[in-house]
């Protein structure tokens, strides 16, 4: 097995297996820009057949991260990113800086310590009561 580890799915079957690629075909098709690619996987009930339609995922490439979290728990502040962090009274907003984003989730590269609690599901509330309490003080 030379390739990446994939994850092969084929949705007749209902089922998901993981494979490894053996071989990349060098021609590529001149309309499609598609090459011949054999996957390499345990088939023990012999239901992986030739010819069945299946989709395969690659992992292009795989890091460790030491701070994610959801996509939602991010609101933009004044156009900055940032979290809600818990903290004795409740939350307090925290600037952050964003990495990449995979699956949902993104990486923060800056401002939030690794275990940190933050506000993941109802942020949006949070920075929507934020901008009560500072149209209140705009009087």
């Given at each position: 097995m030379v390739g990446p580890?994939?994850?092969v799915s084929a949705p007749d079957l209902n089922a998901k297996v993981d494979g490894k690629i053996g071989y990349?075909?060098?021609l590529l098709g001149e309309q499609t820009r598609a090459a011949a690619v054999r996957v390499t996987l345990a088939n023990p009930q012999g239901a992986w057949r030739p010819?069945?339609?299946v989709s395969v995922e690659v992992a292009a490439e795989q890091s460790s991260v030491?701070?994610?979290l959801p996509e939602?728990?991010?609101q933009s502040i004044e156009d900055k990113p940032s979290?809600?962090?818990r903290?004795?009274?409740g939350f307090q907003l925290a600037p952050v800086t964003l990495g990449r984003r995979d699956g949902g989730?993104?990486?923060i590269v800056k401002g939030l310590a690794v275990g940190t609690q933050v506000a993941a599901a109802g942020s949006f509330i949070l920075k929507s009561e934020l901008g009560k309490g500072s149209a209140e003080h705009a009087h």
């Amino acid at each position: 097995m030379v390739g990446p580890p994939v994850i092969v799915s084929a949705p007749d079957l209902n089922a998901k297996v993981d494979g490894k690629i053996g071989y990349v075909g060098s021609l590529l098709g001149e309309q499609t820009r598609a090459a011949a690619v054999r996957v390499t996987l345990a088939n023990p009930q012999g239901a992986w057949r030739p010819g069945l339609f299946v989709s395969v995922e690659v992992a292009a490439e795989q890091s460790s991260v030491a701070v994610s979290l959801p996509e939602s728990a991010v609101q933009s502040i004044e156009d900055k990113p940032s979290v809600f962090v818990r903290n004795e009274e409740g939350f307090q907003l925290a600037p952050v800086t964003l990495g990449r984003r995979d699956g949902g989730h993104v990486e923060i590269v800056k401002g939030l310590a690794v275990g940190t609690q933050v506000a993941a599901a109802g942020s949006f509330i949070l920075k929507s009561e934020l901008g009560k309490g500072s149209a209140e003080h705009a009087h």
